[in-house]
T-cell receptor
Framework: TQLLEQSPQFLSIQEGENLTVYCNSS?????LQWYRQEPGEGPVLLVT???GGEVKKLKRLTFQFGDARKDSSLHITAAQPGDTGLYLC?????????????WGLGTSLAVNP | NAGVTQTPKFQVLKTGQSMTLQCAQD?????MYWYRQDPGMGLRLIYY???????DKGEVPNGYNVSRLNKREFSLRLESAAPSQTSVYFC????????????FGDGTRLSIL
């Protein structure tokens, strides 16, 4: 069974601080996605990475896919209260088993003003 | 641009009652999914439909049935609700293909007494 472990589980920081969230597995994924979920809403896709070593930037958010495609990280620079939410990573299986994502349990981030 | 629409948003049932959760997407997506989200358990796949006319079990299908009514609509039915089915239910869709970037509805909050 493929598992995705996210760390930390909870994170509470002050506005302006930097942070990194990790998503790790012993399995190889064909793609890795990051979602953010706000209270009362469904997850919203932030980014998809598909190539080992790939780095994508979305304003103050930087996403990296590990070289071996087993892990990923999300780095937020100068966090703002609007970044508060649950961050979920999800892995796409290898070709032939790509219809179902493997989900991490999430990192709950609180950014205090 | 509605995306994925779920109805109802809230529902309270008594044990043993039945109900159907509705989901519709207007993005011409091929694949649709039903998840439940519980504290500490993350997102768990109940059923999915890779394409119109097909459905498959996910991780936690017991107690549920689904119908892919057409390309747009995918419903989830609880035949005899149990307190263990108290949860937030999310419907999602994806265009299909090798990268499964999913679009979610805002969820149905279901309580079973």
């Amino acid at each position: 069974t493929q598992l995705l472990e996210q760390s930390p589980q909870f994170l509470s920081i002050q506005e302006g601080e930097n942070l990194t969230v990790y998503c790790n597995s012993s399995s190889v994924f064909s793609s890795l996605q990051w979602y953010r979920q706000e209270p009362g809403e469904g997850p919203v896709l932030l980014v998809t990475v598909v190539t080992g070593g790939e780095v994508k930037k979305l304003k103050r958010l930087t996403f990296q896919f590990g070289d071996a495609r087993k892990d990923s990280s999300l780095h937020i620079t100068a966090a703002q209260p609007g970044d508060t939410g649950l961050y979920l990573c999800a892995g796409g299986g290898p070709a032939g088993n790509n219809r179902k994502l493997i989900w991490g349990l999430g990192t709950s981030l609180a950014v205090n003003p | 641009n509605a995306g994925v629409t779920q109805t109802p948003k809230f529902q309270v049932l008594k044990t043993g009652q039945s109900m159907t959760l509705q989901c519709a997407q207007d993005m011409n997506h091929n694949s649709m999914y039903w998840y439940r989200q519980d504290p500490g358990m993350g997102l768990r796949l109940i059923y999915y439909s890779a394409s119109e006319g097909t459905t498959d079990k996910g991780e936690v299908p017991n107690g549920y049935n689904v119908s892919r009514l057409n390309k747009r609509e995918f419903s989830l039915r609880l035949e005899s609700a149990a307190p263990s089915q108290t949860s937030v239910y999310f419907c999602a869709s994806t265009i299909g293909g090798s990268v499964q970037s999913q679009h979610f509805g805002d969820g149905t909050r279901l309580s079973i007494l």
